[in-house]
Each structure stands twice: as C-alpha cells, then as structure tokens.
C-alpha cells in the first residue's frame, strides 16, 4: 500500500524551536512563584483574621471587667451607707427623740451625696431667682411671686443629679415666675 513516512524534521512529538522550551520552563517558574505568593498572601490574611478576633475577644472581656469593676466600685462606696441605716434602724425608739432619729437621718444622707460626688455625681440645686435652663430644670407649673424675675425660678420642688459636668442624670424640679 501507500507508504508514507513521517519526516522527522516535521514530527510533532519533537520540538525544533529550543526557546519555546525555555518558555514553558521560565512559565512554570512564574507559576510556582505565583503560587507560592498566593499561598503567603492566604496565611497571612488567616493569620490577621485570628489576631483580629482575638483583639475583639480581648476587647470584650476588658469591658466587661471594667464594667463589674465599676459597679463594684459605687457599691464599695455605698456599703457604709447602708451600715449606717442598719445602726440607725436597730436603735430603741423609746430611747431616741425624733430630733435625733432625723439629725442621723441628715448625716446618712449627706454621706450618701458624698459617696456619689466622688463618683462624679453632682447636685442641682436651684435657689430663687435663678436663671431656667430647660435641659438642667424641669418647670412643673408656673406661679408669680414678689421679686422674682419673668422666667427665673420660684421655688425648687425636687433636687437635680448630674454625672460630670454636662450630662443631666435628672433635671431639677422648679416652679417658675410667668413670663411678661
């Protein structure tokens, strides 16, 4: 039959162009030194997520504790208060004049104000004739009175807390003169 031959110049098992040979050769290199950086780029983006969680971890458990500190802290200042409740109620009301059941009563309180001031808790106490401020007072009716000025307060009904300067725990309850 027919014979053909393969030439061997022309044999497609062979490569006669050597460069395509350093091609394949400087592509797998490249390949492998992508493949490498992929690999270096995944384990440090694994490694910064895991140090990011255990930084919202760490964050968690430091406000936590800061919390129960500082509720342990107000009520460390506040148990002395109440121990002197506890002496005052188990005195004999036979022996006690009232006078003297509310000048403990006083010194209680007073221990208790203090107790909060270094807490940062401060009194808003409005005296007669002071300026209103809406977000410090509350006006809970208005009245007139001798010598008191158009929107200045009357009378003080229930004390104020603030925490620190600015912030208004409770405003103050006051009666203010009419405006004009």
Not at 44 to 53: E, K, N, S, T
């Amino acid at each position: 039959m027919f014979g053909f031959r393969k030439d061997p110049m022309n044999d497609d098992t062979t490569n006669p162009n050597p460069s395509n040979d350093l091609d394949a050769a400087s592509l797998n290199d490249k390949l492998a030194q992508l493949t490498a950086e992929l690999d270096d780029a995944k384990a440090r983006a694994l490694r910064l997520m895991a140090d990011y969680q255990n930084y919202q971890r760490r964050a968690y458990l430091n406000e936590d504790v800061a919390k129960q500190q500082g509720i342990a802290s107000v009520v460390a200042s506040v148990v002395p208060v109440l121990d002197h409740f506890d002496i005052a109620l188990n005195q004999d009301p036979a022996k006690a004049s009232a006078q003297q059941i509310i000048d403990g009563v006083r010194v209680i309180r007073e221990e208790l104000l203090k107790a909060l001031a270094q807490r940062g808790v401060g009194v808003i106490a409005p005296q007669p004739n002071d300026e209103f401020f809406p977000g410090r007072h509350e006006a809970i009716m208005q009245q007139p009175a001798e010598g008191i000025f158009p929107g200045h307060i009357v009378q003080c009904y229930q004390l104020g807390y603030t925490l620190g300067p600015d912030r208004v725990l409770r405003p103050a309850k006051v009666v203010v003169a009419p405006a004009e």
